[in-house]
């Protein structure tokens, strides 16, 4: 496929030819074939060149992509007071947030701003823990927020934690299984190269497909009733990484984690129409989907299967406690009121602010799109969620 999008630096292109040929020396290493899911991994997180742990600029309007903290400190302010709400109404709360995937840390710096302007009433938050796994981004993370002592990063899931947990647009991040409808049962996509050139150059990236286990296919509901072509993701990691997250709270006897990020319940996710998958590469503000083109220089992001997410928590022993648009779920914890603290009247720094929000929720950009769900232990989202909660269409 030729692609026509903005030209990468001599240096960046550089660093993409060295994650395509550590990428290609493991593909020989295998026999000429990795799992998608390998492939995404060493894309994203292959140390120093991944997209994620190389010196991409990333989120912003400088990066590739905008995530809902880079829009407006509006989004962290709800969080905080939400987290306020959690922290007063649960006992079995510990006053500590978790927060996976911090990006730039412009989420944890608006939380931890709005809770220190004691503008919701003060709740002693102990600690601010981060797990995050790119390096880079730790360091522009450790940068940003050195003015929060509280803030500690962790190199992996603690054993146990009570508290709120977040994690905005992660899931997606999360390695997913490229499988595919053929005419004598389900495959699985993985990468393998193509002839190595007459130079001895390393070959370009290939998809090769192998009889797909049953297990793979179990996350798909009716994947009989798909017909032959039919290509989308399965979520291994993510279901993996949420039934950590669930024996961590389990452990910890008290939690709600939130999970923001664009997605659809199983029924919604598997529909025939969707037929080529949600797979999505980011490049400078350009979504396209191909990610073989300039590894390492894009993100590769596949939609949230939440029926998915919920299942693997539940059967750690978490309860459901809501699943709900972006939009209502902020609505509900008061983004309009945070909005208002600016008075409309002073239209300069008011209209910014209304706009941005307006991103977040308008159902023709995040509103809809986005969902969040809540799972957790010995807690409960206030009873005011339950007004738009969707949990049954999961
Ligand atoms: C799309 S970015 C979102 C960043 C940030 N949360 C925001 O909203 O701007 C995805 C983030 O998740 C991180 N990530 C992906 N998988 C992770 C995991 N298993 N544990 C912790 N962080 C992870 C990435 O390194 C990156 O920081």
């Known amino acids: 496929m030729q692609l026509q999008l903005p030209e990468a630096s001599v240096e960046a292109q550089r660093a993409s030819r060295l994650l395509h040929n550590l990428i290609a020396t493991e593909i020989r290493l295998q026999h000429g074939w990795i799992s998608f899911a390998r492939y995404m991994e060493l894309l994203l997180y292959a140390p120093d060149l991944g997209y994620y742990s190389g010196g991409a600029a990333k989120l912003g309007k400088d990066g590739d992509f905008t995530t809902a903290p880079e829009i407006t400190p509006l989004f962290g302010a709800t969080l905080a007071h939400l987290t306020t709400e959690l922290l007063v109404s649960s006992p079995a709360l510990q006053p500590q947030i978790l927060e996976f ?3 730039s840390g412009q989420l944890a710096y608006d939380i931890l701003t709005e809770l220190a302007s004691g503008e919701n009433g003060s709740v002693g938050l102990q600690a601010y823990y981060i797990v995050e796994l790119s390096a880079e981004l730790r360091a522009r993370q450790q940068l940003k927020l050195q003015a929060f002592p509280q803030v500690q990063w962790l190199d992996r899931l603690p054993e146990s934690f009570s508290g709120v947990v977040i994690g905005n647009e992660v899931l997606d991040a999360m390695p997913v299984e490229l499988v595919l409808r053929g005419a004598e049962g389900w495959l699985q ?3 393998g190269l193509s002839q190595t050139g007459a130079d001895g150059g390393d070959g370009q990236f290939i998809y090769i497909d192998r009889p797909a286990e049953p297990a793979l296919i179990a996350q798909i509901p009716d994947a009989e009733s798909l ?4 290509l989308t993701e399965v979520h291994p990691v993510a279901i993996g990484f949420m039934r950590s997250l669930g024996t961590m709270l389990k452990a910890g006897q008290g939690g709600v984690a939130l999970f923001i990020d664009y997605g659809f319940p199983a029924a919604e996710y598997y529909l025939q129409q969707r037929d080529q998958g949600t797979l999505m590469c980011h490049y400078r503000h350009h979504a396209h989907p191909d990610p073989f083109y300039l590894p390492g220089l ?5 939609h949230v299967d939440f029926t998915a997410m919920a299942v693997a928590a539940l059967d750690t022993g978490l309860d459901l406690l809501g699943y709900s648009s972006q939009a209502a779920f902020l609505l509900e914890a008061g983004i309009g009121k945070l909005l208002l603290r ?4 002073n239209a300069l720094a ?4 209304a706009n941005a929000l307006q991103k977040l929720v308008s159902p023709a950009e995040m509103g ?3 969902k969040v769900l809540a799972v957790g232990i010995n807690a409960e989202l206030p009873a005011r969620f339950a007004s738009h909660d969707r949990s049954h269409r999961l």
Do not use: I, K, N, S
């Not at 008011?350 to 602010?353: E, F, I, K, N, S």
């Open 368 to 370: 809809e799109l986005f």
């Open 298 to 302: 894009q993100d590769v992001t596949a």
């Open 189 to 191: 996509r993985g990468v």
């Open 227 to 230: 017909t032959v072509g039919h």
């Open 101 to 103: 995937g911090a990006g």
């Open 350 to 353: 008011y209209l910014p602010q």
């Open 342 to 345: 600016t008075p409309p009247e």
